[in-house]
Structures are given as structure tokens and as C-alpha cells.
């Protein structure tokens, strides 16, 4: 009952303020049943960004997260989850890196999912 994942994808997705953005994402990801109600989930990647149109810049993001989960009843499953994202700016700009595109984010989430 565990799972371990290491990953590569690139994909391209639009863009609400530029064409679109083009990224390579490394990843990876770990699944596993630690008691018989119990189940954690961790996973962390990097994205290389590269945004191309009108504006053009490109980005560092990097994801890191986990969950617990606690099958509580055959119906009833309760997961927590928390993580850290961040996001900076890479140096291919003209005038270097962008200051203002730099920020960290801390999710956090509580899910009641129930099944009949």
C-alpha cells in the first residue's frame, strides 16, 4: 500500500495576461497506507516557466505539500492538507530578475468528503 512517483511533463496552458506559458515540471510524489484508516500523501516538484506573447518573462516555481488522510466511516473520510509554493522571477529579463514577481503562498485545507 505505498506508492513512490518521480516525474517529468511539458505542457503548455494559456495565459490570462500573455499568449501562453510553456513549462517543464520534475516531480515527485509518495502514496502510502501507514494504519488501516490512515493514509499520507507528500509530494514536491519544481516547474521551469516560460511565458511568451506580449509579455515575456520566465519563472521559478517550487511546490511542496502533504496530506493525511483518516477514513473515519465506510461514508466519511476527513483529509488535512498543508503545503508551500513559491514563485520568483528568472534572470532572462532585461534588466534582470523582476523583484516584484516573488512570493510564497502556505495552503492549508480540511476536507470532509462523504460517499453514498
Known amino acids: 500500500n505505498h506508492a513512490l512517483s518521480l516525474g517529468y ?14 513549462y517543464h515540471y520534475v516531480f515527485g510524489r509518495y502514496t502510502g497506507t501507514v ?4 493514509t499520507i500523501g507528500l509530494e514536491g516538484g519544481y516547474r521551469f516557466e516560460n511565458y511568451v506573447g506580449e509579455v515575456e518573462r520566465a519563472d521559478h ?3 511542496t505539500g502533504g496530506t493525511v488522510a483518516y477514513n473515519a ?3 466519511l473520510d476527513i483529509t488535512g492538507g498543508f503545503g508551500w509554493t ?9 534588466n534582470g530578475p523582476l523583484p516584484s514577481i516573488e512570493y510564497d503562498d502556505f ?8 460517499t453514498y
Open 9 to 22: 511533463k511539458k505542457d503548455f496552458e494559456d495565459s490570462w495576461f500573455t499568449n501562453y506559458l510553456a
Open 35 to 38: 494504519a488501516s484508516r490512515w
Open 61 to 63: 516555481y517550487v511546490r
Open 73 to 75: 466511516t465506510e461514508w
Open 86 to 94: 513559491r514563485r520568483a522571477s528568472w534572470a532572462n529579463h532585461p
Open 107 to 114: 495552503p492549508v485545507s480540511l476536507v470532509f468528503q462523504l
